[in-house]
């Protein structure tokens, strides 16, 4: 939809609108993303590029020229350029294509709009910004003013993406009461798990919960390393920083705003998660290692994903480890079925059952 309204309004303002899909395969790899924007071209009066590319097969022209080629047609007229479906751009020459286009946005010579599930691997794509505060009160005009606090909080909630402050404000439409209290949340969360949180696997969703989890028990400085993530653990967190869901600065991680609600509650069904996370935080704390070694940058996952396994236990509450990690098993693994923290779990175990019989047994002279 937004795509639909930037390119209704490049034309009427006489720009040509190049739309092209990039479906799976064909379609996505960079000969037929230049070969589609030509015959959008074609459609708008110039089909020379066009031409050219139907005489010749694929392998007629290296990345490079086809680039170019592209590039000197595009400079011809201002134009708005729309690629849909990005996730499926993954070769090298595709990624190429758009920094290119990048520059050609960046010199004033082009609008572009890319649609996707996720931003693409390569450059920097900032998630799509909300309404500004002044511009998401326009959607609740002629309704009854919300305090001010629950302003804040609804606006923090959404981060002024339009869809949910709509939703909100529809809800409050049919319900008087809402301006005077939180109503407007079951609106958001509904929003929220819809758009966002229902197309999270469950692993996903425990990362963004016990990034949350973190910061909320840390007061905003969470000792990241805390997660011990495994490598599979680093990928899903890899795919959640380039979808916008975790934004990372330094040692410091935060969710994407409009996910604090469905996290809450997933926070409030899952009270074991919280638990699991001090648990391992008092490992890391009574690591010799970690008393030693550096924070490191959030992409150092070596430094910050120290095994929970790596370490011998402290005989001192070992007993109470043992008593906790038994007791947190059993109420986790009825409630959740995650591979990762199963695995966690055993490996603490077999450690704490390996150590317990120095605890025990009387020492040998």
């Known amino acids: 939809a937004l795509a639909a309204e930037v390119a209704a309004e490049g034309r009427r303002h006489g720009q040509a609108v ?33 031409q050219t590319l139907r005489a010749a097969p694929a392998a007629t022209y290296p990345a490079a020229v086809l680039i170019d080629m592209l590039l000197e047609h595009l400079h011809a007229r201002p134009v708005v350029i729309v690629l849909d479906d990005v996730q499926h751009l993954t070769s090298d020459e595709a990624l190429r294509l758009l920094t290119a286009l990048t520059q050609l946005v960046a010199d004033g010579n082009a609008r572009m709009v890319l649609i996707g599930h996720t931003r693409p691997a390569e450059g920097d794509w900032p998630p799509l910004a909300g309404l500004l505060q002044r511009e998401a009160h326009l959607l609740w005009e002629g309704l009854p003013a919300l305090p001010k606090a629950e302003w804040d909080a609804l606006y923090h909630a959404t981060l002024g993406l339009p869809q949910p402050l709509c939703r909100a404000a529809a809800a409050q439409r049919r319900a008087e009461h809402l301006a005077h209290g939180e109503g407007w949340r079951a609106a958001v969360l509904a929003w929220a798990r819809e758009a966002l949180w229902s197309d999270l696997a469950a692993h996903e ?109 402290d005989s001192g509450d070992l007993l109470a480890r043992v008593r906790t990690a038994l007791q947190h098993s059993a109420a986790y693994l009825e409630h959740h079925h995650d591979d990762h923290d199963a695995r966690q779990l055993a490996l603490e175990l077999a450690t704490l059952s390996a150590a317990l019989p120095d605890l025990v047994r009387p020492q040998q002279a």
């Open 18 to 50: 190049l739309w092209h899909t990039c479906r799976p395969g064909p379609h996505a790899t960079l000969f037929n993303i230049v070969k589609g924007l030509a015959e959008a071209l074609a459609s708008a009066g110039n089909d020379q590029l066009w």
């Open 205 to 313: 969703q425990w990362l963004l919960a016990a990034v949350y989890a973190l910061n909320d028990a840390a007061g905003g400085a969470p000792d990241l390393r805390v997660l011990a993530l495994t490598e599979a653990d680093q990928r899903a967190w890899q795919q959640l920083e380039q979808r916008g869901m975790i934004e990372c600065g330094g040692t410091q991680a935060r969710i994407h705003g409009a996910l604090q609600l469905p996290v809450v509650e997933f926070l409030r069904a899952t009270p074991t998660l919280q638990a699991e996370l001090a648990q391992r935080h008092q490992q890391l704390a009574a690591s010799a290692h970690s008393a030693d070694a550096p924070a490191g940058h959030l992409s150092d996952r070596n430094h910050i994903m120290p095994h929970a396994a790596q370490h011998p236990p």
